[in-house]
């Protein structure tokens, strides 16, 4: 474009514009008046036409509009302003060629520097090109763009470029091969191989694209393809998004995947997240995943809060683990966890010069509630509230809990599981215990005591012990593996030990009352203790079973005045309206239902 620009000067000088040139350095040379404007009576307003303002010299053919202009250049096209040091210019188009430290300038906000420009009049269209090793700049305000060919409509007030650039202000630094800004509106979208990179010294923020709308007043950007956004707290994955770079507040939308730096994973329909208040929110089939624990979390309705340490969820709620060879499926209406703080015990005159750190540990609670329900191969169960806390890795079931193994069934008022990682280590039965085995039609294996506490090895109940109110029913076995007589015995303790299945031994003392009856003499009064109870209609029979309570569930929990909580509805979020009737409290410090 150059050469072909090269020729015509050229040619125009030969043909007519030498001899005006020769007869000037002929004579002694006067100062040079300015050029007046080509219409000097025109309104500058009226109609967005392009005047020339001055040049130092001006050569032109009587034939045509074509000119060439020297020496301080100046147009002017409305509010704004075009300078160089020469051109070439069609008034009849208001076209133009300008080459030298070419300016574009409007009020004190925007400005376009570059070596050379193309001004389309009738499209008013600008294309600005650098030299080799400069750049092409705008300036607004605090906004800088940089390319080496800029594009710029003057009509609709929209640059762009199509050969890589870079756009800065005060929060971000975006690069793309393609671009677009409008300065009007402060409004810019980027394509292919798009990079935004925060420029906090104290954060880091990096955006990776292939398009992301973006606002240098807001500082918001928006993505609109699979694109990438790191920070210090992790990855995340999205197809559409929006990021507000200024106040960190991410919404992420069409199932989004987040990445924790601790290696967990988040992906729902909708995920809100609000960095500098530290908590979100995540909305639709939202699945929590943590590898390192075995453990996924899933729900219609997440709620975390980063500083208070508590997270909550709800609607379908589900919690699978599947540490072991079975994966266990847990449900409750609503899942909750918080920070708990116990102070140890210092005496009262040395607290102050105790440090923190010694006074006070944390420990973290886990609580499902209410219309508990869970499933595993081996075993399942339900109560109406439960809690585990991590300082004892204790698992306790409140409010008539019950759990099956096979053939075998334990209930009492509070249930307690020892656990090491998922496995069972002991259980605890602290008031009113009851278990009971099914061997046949009505005839079940019963043992009742005030206290229960059973160890168990690698999975396996290995000792059972009984403490206060011993009561039992047993069908032993004969050596041919059936059964004709029936046991009833009281005593005060009670001691059994088991390998595999098989009862191995059974202590009672320091007394022991009762009898054994043969089967064909015994009435149906003694085939049950006083507070035998069997829950069939109750228990899970599938992973998908736990999201059905069975009405002799709800019988029994109506009955104990255990209705469902309602939870308080806080503020919304800035971003999103959340669904109605399962939105945790801002303060989750404690479960709203479950007793301690």
């Not at 990776?208 to 699979?226: C, G, I, K, R």
């Not at 924790?260 to 995943?289: C, P, W």
């Not at 259980?427 to 085995?437: H, R, Y």
Request: with cysteine; hydrophobic share 35%.
């Amino acid at each position: 474009m150059h050469s072909k620009k090269l020729c015509i000067v050229i040619t125009l000088l030969l043909a007519f514009a030498l001899p005006a040139i020769v007869a000037r350095t002929s004579a002694p040379r006067q100062d040079v008046p300015d050029i007046r404007p080509t219409i000097p009576s025109a309104d500058r307003s009226a109609g967005n036409r392009v005047f020339l303002e001055r040049a130092d010299l001006l050569l032109k053919n009587p034939d045509d509009s074509f000119m060439i202009l020297t020496g301080d250049v100046v147009f002017t096209k409305g509010p704004m302003i075009m300078r160089c040091d020469s051109a070439h210019y069609f008034s009849e188009t208001e076209s133009m060629d300008a080459f030298g430290n070419v300016s574009m300038e409007q009020g004190d906000t925007l400005f376009v520097f570059a070596d050379e420009l193309n001004f389309d009049g009738v499209s008013e269209v600008a294309t600005l090109y650098a030299d080799a090793g400069k750049k092409v700049r705008l300036i607004n305000r605090d906004v800088e763009l940089q390319t080496d060919v800029f594009i710029y409509d003057l009509k609709y007030d929209l640059g762009y470029y199509e050969v890589g650039g870079t756009l800065t202000d005060p929060s971000n630094t975006l690069t793309s091969l393609y671009g677009e800004y409008a300065p009007s509106t402060k409004e810019a979208n980027f394509y292919t191989n798009v990079h935004l990179n925060s420029r906090n010294t104290s954060d880091t923020l990096d955006i990776f694209s292939d398009t992301l709308y973006y606002n240098t007043a807001t500082h918001v950007a928006e993505l609109h393809s699979p694109s990438t956004v790191i920070n210090a707290r992790g990855t995340v994955y999205t197809r559409l998004g929006v990021y507000d770079t200024d106040s960190n507040r991410t919404t992420l939308f069409d199932r989004s995947l987040v990445v924790t730096s601790q290696g967990q994973t988040l992906t729902a329909d909708t995920i809100f997240y609000d960095r500098t208040a530290g908590y979100g929110e995540a909305f639709g089939a939202m699945v929590l995943t943590d590898t390192a624990h075995h453990v996924e979390l899933h729900a219609d309705y997440g709620y975390y809060n980063e500083l208070a340490d508590s997270s909550f969820a709800t609607g379908r709620a589900l919690i699978k683990e599947f540490s072991g060879p079975d994966t266990l499926y847990l449900h409750g209406k609503y899942i909750q966890s918080f920070a708990r703080y116990d102070s140890t015990h210092i005496a009262a005159d040395t607290v102050a010069q105790t440090p923190a750190s010694i006074r006070v540990d944390t420990t973290h609670v886990a609580v499902v509630y209410p219309r508990v329900r869970f499933f595993r191969n081996d075993m399942q169960g339900v109560c109406d509230s439960m809690r585990f806390t991590q300082a004892d890795s204790m698992l306790r079931m409140f409010i008539n809990p019950v759990v099956w193994n096979e053939d075998q069934q334990v209930f009492g008022n509070v249930i307690e599981l020892q656990l090491n990682d998922s496995t069972i280590e002991k259980a605890i039965l602290p008031d009113q215990g009851f278990t009971a085995q099914h061997i046949e039609a009505e005839h079940y294996n019963q043992l009742s005591g005030k206290e229960m506490i059973a160890y168990f090895i690698d999975g396996e109940m290995r000792q059972l012990d009984i403490n206060g109110n011993v009561e039992i029913i047993m069908y032993p076995e004969e050596s041919d593996s059936t059964i004709n007589k029936i046991v009833n015995a009281q005593s005060s303790f009670l001691t059994a030990t088991f390998k595999g299945r098989t009862t191995e031994r059974i202590k009672m003392w320091p007394e022991t009352t009762g009898a054994a009856t043969p089967l064909f003499l015994a009435k149906k009064s003694i085939y049950y203790l006083p507070k035998f109870k069997w829950f069939a209609d109750m228990r899970p029979q599938s992973p998908t079973d736990i999201f059905t309570v069975p009405p002799a569930m709800e019988d029994i929990m109506q009955a104990l005045g255990r209705g469902i909580p309602e939870i308080p509805r806080p503020p919304l979020s800035p971003l999103h309206e959340r669904p109605d009737g399962i939105i945790p409290p801002d303060t989750l410090s404690a479960p709203a239902n479950p007793p301690e």
